[in-house]
């Protein structure tokens, strides 16, 4: 079966349809707790601009895109940017999931939380966002809970970044995963925030059927890359927090484990001017020396669209299984990993080529 993709652009605030354009080279990733990025050419030679409502539907941070793939919404996101090149007669566009609106959001007012639901405050942030004039983009924020009750304050003086403060919460100890996912309900493109704790994804399960397997020699996997980097390790971590010089709150973290089994003391420091709660620098930090200690290992594989596992049959956040047997691995990598990326290209000169980012997790 041919792949079919399309590209819908639409008003942001209001989410109508502005119109479809043909883009040409055009590569878009996702990414776990983060905002993936899209990237498409429109060669304007020929084209009939005025009828396709090209400038109009593709004003940056005015407009959103949606890319539909055999029917099905894999990617949406805000227009950021657009360049034109005279010489190429092409029109760039550049565009970021929706998560990257909420980075341009503020909190405005006082909001305190004692003893809350991690995941309700989220909620609330994302919620108390989009009630203000002009700041509904239309995210559908679910009302799941977690078990795992925090206290925070935010003060309206520091306008805390309304995604920066989502992202701390989840990167604490005992955090969360979120992203804003694209659907079609009814007919119309929806964007639909996903909050998950301890996870989003599906576990694997070696008695699954479905449970996605990347294999290589042959099997799926195209190629590989296996980089592996030490230089962001660190075993002890100081958490920066609000104040200055004597008064500085400072929150010190050591994995102990490391350093008595031998290993060399590495040392880094987060900063985070805005947090004035001892209990919440604790926590961020905890979480940023359980990231960085054993830092995870990632591993990028290349494989077709077509094959199984079939690209719209794994998520991100997904587990899957991962066998290789080559020079690098003579003995057998044989592991679970969990998807944590997807890049793809669509290939209107050439097949369909999906990257998956996987890593190792604790979760």
Do not use: H
């Amino acid at each position: 079966m041919a792949t079919t993709y399309r590209y819908l652009f639409a008003d942001l605030l209001t989410n109508n349809l502005l119109g479809e354009l043909p883009l040409t080279g055009v590569s878009f990733n996702q990414q776990l707790n983060q905002a993936g990025t899209f990237t498409g050419r429109l060669l304007l030679s020929g084209v009939n601009s005025a009828g396709l409502n090209v400038d109009n539907s593709t004003i940056p941070a005015r407009c959103a895109i949606y890319v539909d793939r055999n029917g099905t919404l894999v990617w949406g996101g805000v227009v950021w940017g657009r360049e034109y090149n005279s010489a190429s007669q092409t029109l760039t566009i550049t565009a970021r999931e929706f998560e990257s609106y909420f980075e341009r959001r503020r909190i405005t007012a006082d909001a305190v939380f004692t003893n809350v639901d991690q995941l309700t405050v989220a909620q609330s942030i994302f919620n108390t966002a989009q009630s203000v004039a002009n700041g509904n983009i239309g995210v559908i924020v679910p009302t799941n809970t977690s078990g795992v009750l925090v206290t925070r304050t935010y003060y309206g003086y520091e306008l805390k970044q309304v995604y920066g403060a989502v992202q701390d919460l989840s990167r604490a100890l005992n955090g969360f995963d979120f992203n804003i996912r694209v659907s079609y309900v009814a007919g119309q493109p929806t964007k639909t925030l996903q909050m998950g704790y301890p996870r989003i994804g599906t576990v694997y399960s070696v008695t699954s059927i479905t449970a996605p397997v990347f294999a290589l020699p042959a099997s799926n996997i195209v190629e590989y890359v296996y980089p592996e980097d030490g230089s962001i390790a660190a075993n002890r971590v100081y958490g920066l927090g609000a104040g200055s010089n004597e008064g500085k709150l400072i929150s010190t973290q050591t994995d102990a484990t490391k350093l008595t089994s031998g290993w060399a003391l590495l040392e880094d420091q987060a900063n985070y001017s805005d947090v004035t709660d001892a209990t919440l620098l604790s926590k961020i930090t905890q979480g940023v020396l359980g990231a960085l200690s054993t830092p995870p290992t990632t591993i990028k594989v290349a494989v077709p669209a077509y094959q199984d596992p079939q690209f719209g049959t794994y998520s991100i956040g997904d587990d899957a299984r991962l066998i290789i047997t080559d020079n690098r691995f003579p003995n057998t990598l044989d592991a679970i990993y969990r998807i944590v990326g997807l890049n793809v290209q669509p290939g209107e000169d050439g097949p369909e080529r999906v990257t998956i980012t996987l890593t190792t997790t604790n979760n």
